[in-house]
């Protein structure tokens, strides 16, 4: 009989893992070159609320890993021992920080690099009744073969939620030669209550 660690826990299971996990990351812009970032900095400021938690790091559906390992805790592996790290929460995920003193702005403004981490956590996403379904056709236009992340966003133009301008609800990598084309279907789960809906898709191909 299979063990639990030779299916579920294998090296091979956890490489391809960590595989999706960094090509599911999305750069929407490297102003100034500012990408990757130099580990022998002077100072560095982290702050966001999931930055320290562990709970962002697990989906809906999900197991449990023996070997969590928060962003702030990765970030902080790779820099040198002479880089100066100062981190605060700087405002809560779910509601208005009790404290009303904006304390994160003054001390980040001297530091060489900022790391904001946002987002929302699985405890609160959840799932919506009836989708929605968004098609798109990419075509490389550029002289070179590539991969492009073609991103879904949400806009609810009644206002009925708090929500962003922008939200980001799906995307999909995909491989283009240059010249060819392909077609892109997302599905999408609306906010209830939400009957004036924008979709915005984009893709950064030439």
């Known amino acids: 009989m299979t063990g639990f660690r030779e299916v579920v826990h294998n090296q091979q299971h956890r490489d391809l893992a960590r595989k999706a996990a960094r090509e599911a990351l999305v750069l929407l812009k490297n102003e100034n070159g ?4 130099k580990k022998d900095m002077k100072n560095l400021y ?3 609320p999931y930055a320290a938690s562990q709970d962002i790091l697990l989906g809906n559906y999900n ?3 023996g070997n969590l390992t928060s962003i702030l805790e990765g970030i902080m592996r790779k820099l040198n021992p002479a880089t ?29 690099v900022i790391i904001a981490v946002m987002g929302i956590s ?5 799932e919506e009744g009836d989708s929605l379904v968004a098609t798109v056709s990419v075509t ?13 966003y949400l806009t609810d133009r009644s206002h009925a939620n708090q929500s962003p301008l922008f939200s980001l609800k799906s995307f999909r990598r995909i491989h283009l030669a240059s010249g060819k084309s392909s ?3 997302f599905m999408v789960s609306p906010p209830p209550h939400s009957p004036k809906l924008s979709l915005r898709i984009i893709s950064k191909l030439p």
Do not use: F, H
């Open 183 to 185: 077609v892109v279907t």
């Open 34 to 37: 500012i990408l990757p970032l």
């Open 122 to 126: 699985g405890i609160d996403e959840g």
């Open 140 to 152: 490389n236009n550029g002289p070179k073969d590539g991969d492009e992340v073609v991103q879904l």
């Open 84 to 112: 100066s790290v100062n981190y605060r929460i700087g405002t809560l995920a779910d509601k208005e920080n009790v404290n009303s003193m904006d304390w994160t702005t003054g001390e980040a403004q001297g530091c060489d």
């Open 63 to 65: 197991g449990i890993s």
């Open 46 to 48: 982290i702050l966001g």
